[in-house]
């Protein structure tokens, strides 16, 4: 629970940081400059420093984890840093134009698949104290399988420009 109040308080400190910088940046910019391409440019930053924070909070500074509880640990740390990092982006204003179409495209989808990882990440935790490492193995595998609300935010990401939140960076 304090990892997750940590990453709270790093992701609400990212999202602040990335948006004074960006709001900095476009203050100077030519007063004819479209509004709607401003505001885009900050959602795009400030989501993508929520993605790149996740990426680097969920990394191993190791090799990753053997055996079946590290495989458990690991889910539970990307469903952590899932759900920290898309409260955050849900948390990112808009720009006005692209609001409906950035919650049904990217937020929607990132929170849904948060509460996916959390889901399987109960199961397998739960089966792991009750001594069933079969049920806890298939979790795990079902964890790592392609899933359809990640593949449509990543392809959504990349569209709007969001590179990091897409993987590409």
Known sequence: ?????????????TVGAAILAV???TSRAEPARD????AKARYIAAA?????????SSAYTEEPPSGLRGEVAELRLAAETLTVTATGIAAVPPPADDAEQ???GF?????ALAARLRELRDRA??????GDEGEARKVV???LAPDANEVALSAFALKYGMRTCAGEE
Not at 1 to 12: A, E, P, Y
Not at 48 to 56: F, I, N, P, V, Y
Not at 125 to 130: F, S
């Open 1 to 13: 629970m304090r990892s997750l109040k940590r990453n709270s308080l790093v992701v609400t400190a």
């Open 23 to 25: 709001t900095a940046c």
């Open 35 to 38: 509004v709607h391409a401003d």
């Open 48 to 56: 993508d420093a929520l993605c790149a924070e996740a990426a680097q």
């Open 102 to 104: 950035l919650r049904e």
């Open 107 to 111: 937020v929607e989808p990132a929170e």
């Open 125 to 130: 935790e739960a089966a792991l104290r009750a």
């Open 141 to 143: 595998e079902l964890s």
